[in-house]
Protein backbone atom coordinates (compact mmCIF):
# COMPACT_ATOMS: atom_id res chain seq x y z
CA UNK A 1 0.00 0.00 0.00
CA UNK A 2 1.74 3.23 -0.99
CA UNK A 3 1.43 6.23 1.56
CA UNK A 4 -0.71 8.15 0.22
CA UNK A 5 -3.58 5.86 -0.09
CA UNK A 6 -2.89 4.64 3.79
CA UNK A 7 -3.28 8.37 4.55
CA UNK A 8 -6.61 8.56 2.48
CA UNK A 9 -7.98 5.78 4.67
CA UNK A 10 -6.53 7.72 7.67
CA UNK A 11 -4.87 4.84 8.80
CA UNK A 12 -5.73 2.51 11.84
CA UNK A 13 -8.33 3.72 14.21
CA UNK A 14 -6.43 4.56 18.09
CA UNK A 15 -10.15 3.92 19.36
CA UNK A 16 -9.74 -0.07 19.91
CA UNK A 17 -7.42 -1.33 22.45
CA UNK A 18 -5.85 -4.62 22.94
CA UNK A 19 -6.63 -7.74 20.79
CA UNK A 20 -9.11 -7.61 18.25
CA UNK A 21 -11.24 -5.57 15.41
CA UNK A 22 -8.58 -3.00 14.53
CA UNK A 23 -7.57 -4.83 10.85
CA UNK A 24 -11.15 -5.47 10.13
CA UNK A 25 -11.61 -1.84 10.65
CA UNK A 26 -8.66 -0.96 8.79
CA UNK A 27 -10.23 -2.98 6.24
CA UNK A 28 -13.91 -1.31 6.23
CA UNK A 29 -12.20 1.96 5.93
CA UNK A 30 -10.54 1.28 3.66
CA UNK A 31 -13.66 0.09 1.52
CA UNK A 32 -15.47 3.68 2.51
CA UNK A 33 -12.35 5.36 1.34
CA UNK A 34 -12.82 3.65 -2.34
CA UNK A 35 -9.80 1.71 -1.66
CA UNK A 36 -10.14 -1.63 -3.74
CA UNK A 37 -9.17 -4.58 -1.78
CA UNK A 38 -8.35 -8.02 -3.54
CA UNK A 39 -7.18 -11.53 -1.69
CA UNK A 40 -4.18 -12.45 -2.99
CA UNK A 41 -3.20 -16.05 -2.92
CA UNK A 42 0.47 -16.67 -2.22
CA UNK A 43 1.40 -13.22 -1.53
CA UNK A 44 4.03 -12.87 1.49
CA UNK A 45 2.86 -11.24 5.06
CA UNK A 46 4.61 -10.32 7.70
CA UNK A 47 2.91 -10.79 11.38
CA UNK A 48 4.14 -10.49 14.41
CA UNK A 49 4.22 -13.46 16.63
CA UNK A 50 2.52 -14.20 19.64
CA UNK A 51 1.18 -17.58 20.92
CA UNK A 52 -2.32 -17.92 19.76
CA UNK A 53 -5.44 -20.20 21.20
CA UNK A 54 -8.99 -20.38 19.63
CA UNK A 55 -11.02 -19.05 20.72
CA UNK A 56 -8.25 -16.42 22.16
CA UNK A 57 -9.90 -16.43 25.75
CA UNK A 58 -6.61 -14.61 27.26
CA UNK A 59 -7.90 -11.58 25.10
CA UNK A 60 -11.56 -12.19 25.64
CA UNK A 61 -12.39 -8.71 27.68
CA UNK A 62 -10.27 -6.96 24.78
CA UNK A 63 -12.50 -8.61 22.10
CA UNK A 64 -15.89 -8.11 23.22
CA UNK A 65 -14.87 -4.28 23.65
CA UNK A 66 -13.51 -4.00 21.11
CA UNK A 67 -16.36 -6.00 19.04
CA UNK A 68 -18.92 -3.80 20.41
CA UNK A 69 -16.90 -0.58 18.98
CA UNK A 70 -16.85 -2.48 15.95
CA UNK A 71 -20.50 -2.58 15.75
CA UNK A 72 -20.87 1.36 16.75
CA UNK A 73 -18.60 2.19 13.68
CA UNK A 74 -19.93 -0.15 11.27
CA UNK A 75 -23.33 -1.65 12.28
CA UNK A 76 -22.30 -5.37 11.95
CA UNK A 77 -19.98 -7.51 14.45
CA UNK A 78 -17.12 -8.66 13.76
CA UNK A 79 -15.38 -11.84 14.99
CA UNK A 80 -18.76 -13.69 15.42
CA UNK A 81 -17.00 -17.09 15.77
CA UNK A 82 -14.78 -16.17 18.65
CA UNK A 83 -17.54 -14.61 19.86
CA UNK A 84 -20.12 -17.75 19.56
CA UNK A 85 -17.53 -19.93 20.79
CA UNK A 86 -17.32 -17.74 24.41
CA UNK A 87 -20.47 -17.96 24.73
CA UNK A 88 -20.38 -21.77 24.09
CA UNK A 89 -18.03 -22.02 27.03
CA UNK A 90 -20.27 -19.94 29.22
CA UNK A 91 -17.58 -17.06 29.35
CA UNK A 92 -20.02 -14.18 27.18
CA UNK A 93 -23.71 -13.57 26.52
CA UNK A 94 -25.37 -11.58 23.93
CA UNK A 95 -28.08 -9.30 24.92
CA UNK A 96 -30.18 -7.65 22.75
CA UNK A 97 -29.85 -4.11 23.97
CA UNK A 98 -26.28 -4.10 24.41
CA UNK A 99 -24.59 -6.33 22.25
CA UNK A 100 -22.00 -8.80 23.20
CA UNK A 101 -21.15 -8.84 27.58
CA UNK A 102 -18.98 -10.55 29.48
CA UNK A 103 -20.61 -13.45 31.09
CA UNK A 104 -22.26 -13.13 35.11
Known sequence: MRPEVYLRIGGF??????????DTDFAYSA???????????GAHAFH???PVS?????????????ARLFHRRWGVWPM?????AFAERGL???DPQRGWLLAE
Not at 54 to 64: A, K
Not at 80 to 84: H, T
Open 13 to 22: SEEYTGYGGE
Open 31 to 41: HSAGVDLAWVG
Open 48 to 50: QYH
Open 54 to 66: SPPVEHLTEILDN
Open 80 to 84: RGWLE
Open 92 to 94: ARW
